[in-house]
Nanobody
Framework: QVHLVESGGGLVQTGGSLMLSCAAS????????VGWFRQTPGKEREFVAA????????SYSVSAEGRFTIARDTAKNTVTLQMNSLKPEDTAVYYC???????????????????WGQGTQVTVSS
């Protein structure tokens, strides 16, 4: 069982930045894809960004492209999501997810992920 823990959420003003981290306990990221999703009340959980740990390939949603950067930190066994130029519409609970993969693919669908964290709240004030 992979236990994922998100951190780094908080309150920030429009145009500000935050960096989220996803750490895995009891598991070393290796043959994994790790993704970030977000959800607001009454809406579906939506894809934000993902990275293939082995190959370094990445994928972003349209809203995240150019503002967010996903990266792996092999020394800390974490995946970070650097979020810049934040907007009020980025307000959501952000979830980290992981799955085993032996390909270069970077899954974008919620159902493709096996393990999930509890989420961290990001609030962007206008």
């Amino acid at each position: 069982q992979v236990h994922l823990v998100e951190s780094g959420g908080g309150l920030v003003q429009t145009g500000g930045s935050l960096m989220l981290s996803c750490a895995a306990s009891g598991h070393t990221f290796n043959r994994d894809a790790v993704g970030w999703f977000r959800q607001t009340p009454g809406k579906e959980r939506e894809f934000v960004a993902a990275i293939n740990w082995s190959f370094g390939s990445t994928s972003y949603s349209v809203s995240a492209e150019g503002r967010f950067t996903i990266a792996r930190d092999t020394a800390k066994n974490t995946v970070t999501l650097q979020m810049n130029s934040l907007k009020p519409e980025d307000t959501a609970v952000y979830y980290c997810a992981a799955r085993t993969t032996y390909s270069v693919s970077v899954p974008r669908l919620r159902r493709e992920y096996q393990f999930w964290g509890q989420g961290t709240q990001v609030t962007v004030s206008s």
